[in-house]
């Protein structure tokens, strides 16, 4: 059975996330000294607050202790440069964490993503371990799986929304899957990266399954998974459990999380009468 960790941010985040770890069964097949990991941090635009904390990154960061290379990758879109958006973590970055623009690498592979031939870098792929974390965030289109576009190095990526489940989950395939999934849930986010006021969280969601880190997140903030084509068309390929009665929800309950958003929006309408 998949799990999923959903833990308290309140009692300090590096505690918090070595607690989610523990309770997924820790990940010491991934942090290993032969083995260097790539995180995809999603961030659209560097300019507003729509991304994973730096508290969050870096304790993921001191969560793989004994990798011997930590990369930080972006890509470039038409915001920015990837290089100008990791500067956001600029403070994590060392001699063993460093910036990667996923766009400026020429050591790449080619692969196949909705009908197109895309080179995808060289360090997306195993023996190297891949992290996708993102945001907590009411959005249809996912989280953490939607984070997979910024896998794809030019800036044009409008064209694939049209395509945009295939192109996911095509990109997921092709890395051979996301090692570890980790939902910031520090703010929770209304739509998508262009707009939406964040609402304090203080969760985190951690997991092996990001399909069933994606569902558990949606299903958080009010989204109904069986109506997500994303998670459906994820279920289909075989790629993970989208079915919440078939996770393993360990740490916080999907409903004690759910409540704090009801009552928040019950506080807010009787503030305005």
């Known amino acids: 059975m998949s799990k999923v960790a959903i833990v308290e941010l309140n009692n300090g985040t590096q505690v918090a996330f070595n607690h989610a770890i523990e309770l997924i069964g820790n990940i010491d097949d991934l942090n290993v000294p032969k083995r260097s990991v790539a995180i995809k941090v999603g961030v659209f635009n560097h300019k507003i607050q729509h991304h994973a904390t730096v508290d969050v990154v870096e304790a993921l960061v001191n969560r793989f202790n004994k990798a011997p290379q930590i990369f930080l990758t972006e890509s470039d879109n038409y915001k920015g440069t990837g290089t100008e958006r990791l500067q956001i973590w600029k403070n994590l970055f060392t001699k063993r964490v460093v910036p990667f623009n996923l766009s400026e690498d020429t050591d790449t592979r080619r692969v196949q993503i909705a009908d197109e031939n895309i080179p995808f870098s060289h360090i997306l792929f195993k023996p190297n371990v891949f992290v996708s974390i993102h945001t907590l965030r009411k959005f249809d289109k996912g989280s953490v799986l939607k984070n997979l576009l910024g896998l794809i190095p030019d800036r044009k990526k409008v064209r694939f929304h049209k395509k ?4 996911l989950l095509d990109a997921y395939e092709a890395v051979g899957g996301i090692d570890l999934a980790v939902i910031d849930g520090t703010y929770a986010y209304q739509g998508s990266a262009l707009g939406g006021k964040p609402t304090r969280a203080n969760v985190l969601l951690v997991g092996r399954d990001a399909v069933a880190v994606e569902t558990v997140g949606a299903t ?14 994820a279920i289909k390929r075989g790629l ?8 393993e929800i360990l740490g916080l309950s999907i409903e004690s999380v759910k409540e704090r958003f009801t009552k928040k929006k019950q506080k807010k309408k009787t503030a305005h009468r």
Do not use: C, D, R, Y
């Open 164 to 167: 945009l489940e295939a192109t």
């Open 220 to 233: 958080l903030v009010g989204l109904k998974p069986k109506e997500m084509p994303l998670i459906q068309e």
């Open 240 to 247: 993970g459990e989208g079915n919440t009665e078939k996770i």
